[in-house]
């Protein structure tokens, strides 16, 4: 296709776009159903959302205005208002797009989260500190890896656990620019390759002095894994359980992907509900708490959720999120809203999954989606609507 009939096409999909109708969309509000899971209830009214703005967003996701959306949770003030599911595909990477069977998403389907597993994993390291299992994140890397020795040289042993958190390792790794589809791409080349994920990873070159340069891989929270595995004998699956997810009484989550050698994919392999989502998003609202209960430091919240030294301006290909930062594997922006500049942060899995929390409003927002070869503009719902909602 040239670039003419590009651009005619991209006009055409506009005014077919901006012709729709959402108000013609049926859709009636209720308010979520209360389960025994720790999270209360109640109506939009309760806590002084605008449903007719809210509602707008509802039917433009119904109508695929922001690509396929599977759930969406609105809670504010303490309390689930919005808990809403769609019909959509299931993720299969084998599969044309990675689209699997098409089915009804409901508040009991497990859906995998992608790179929302890396704010878990950040979570876990997190407690493995606070628990005195891990000294510091300023420890090289090496402290805990002590099967890969060998590679530890030309500059690599400088490279710390708060540099895997932060994307800053300066290894020469990046996702962005090769698609998910293709094993050229350094993320899934680790599955095609015959060395162990954390050789395949450390055998990288150096290109950037530690902590200098951001660059997103998920081989990072590979090894942040397998850090977490030698110093607390337990596999990340075992111990987000009984440090993270026990507690909040989840039993569900799965670490759905493995190596052959067994090391656990730490990055992207998880699977979860999407109230499960919002579970962990609000030990993090309330400051590290889950009842009253703490399972992370208020500290480490802080500095997982501002972005780190030059983790600024980075835009992310197929988020309509602008400039934005990044912390302990978490995203941050700051919004311009109706009367101030609001601080948000965000758990972000490819596809639309994420968990955005806006600590100002009280509020949490909860997506879950399958847009794996298309865009996402699940920030301009955020912003035109949900937050317009609560303001």
């Known amino acids: 296709m040239n670039v003419s009939s590009l651009i005619v096409n991209i006009v055409i999909v506009f005014l077919l776009e901006s012709c729709k109708n959402y108000d013609e969309i049926p859709y009636t509000y209720k308010i979520p159903n209360q389960l ?33 959306t599977h759930a969406i949770l609105v809670y504010k003030n303490n309390i689930l208002v919005l808990e809403e599911y769609f019909p959509g595909n299931e993720y299969f990477w084998e599969a044309p797009g990675h689209y699997g069977e098409y089915i009804s998403w409901n508040k009991n389907r497990l859906h995998s989260v992608m790179s929302v597993t890396k704010s878990v994993t950040s979570a876990c390291i997190g407690i493995a500190i606070d628990k005195g299992l891990i000294k510091s994140v300023h420890q090289s890397i090496f402290d805990y890896l002590p099967n890969h020795q060998h590679l530890k040289a030309n500059g690599k042993d400088k490279i710390t656990i708060e540099h895997l958190l932060t994307m800053t390792s300066g290894l020469g790794w990046t996702e962005w620019g090769v698609s998910y589809s293709n094993k050229e791409n350094p993320i899934i080349g680790i599955w095609y390759s015959d060395k162990d994920p954390v050789s395949f990873i450390l055998e990288g070159s150096l290109e ?3 902590g200098t340069h951001f660059s997103y891989y998920g ?49 992207g392999g998880v699977k979860m509900k999407p109230r499960d989502m919002l579970k962990f998003g ?110």
């Open 282 to 391: 609000i030990v993090y609202l309330n400051n590290g708490k889950w009842n009253q209960q703490k399972l992370l430091s208020k500290d480490w919240v802080e500095k997982s959720t501002k972005a780190y030294l030059g983790n600024v301006s980075i835009k992310i290909p197929g988020e309509d999120s602008g400039k934005v930062g990044y912390g302990y594997s978490w995203w941050t922006k700051k919004l311009k809203t109706k009367d101030k500049t609001t601080s948000i942060y965000w758990a972000l899995g490819w596809g639309g999954q994420k968990i955005i929390l806006i600590p100002s409003f009280e509020a949490i927002i909860v997506f879950t989606g399958g847009n794996y070869n298309s865009g996402t503009d699940q920030f301009k719902i955020l912003e035109d609507f949900i937050i317009a909602a609560m303001e």
């Open 208 to 210: 950037y002095e530690p």
């Open 36 to 68: 025994e899971d720790g999270i209360k209830v109640g109506s939009l009214s309760e806590v002084n959302i605008d449903s007719t703005i809210l509602i707008q967003a509802i039917k433009r996701i119904q109508g695929g205005a922001i690509g396929q």
């Open 219 to 267: 081989g990072n929270q590979i090894l942040l894994g397998e850090i977490l595995k030698n110093a607390t004998n337990l596999n990340i699956d075992e111990f987000s359980k009984t440090y993270l997810f026990n507690p909040m009484k989840i039993d569900s989550v799965q670490w759905s992907e493995k190596f052959n050698n067994g090391v656990i994919e730490a990055a």
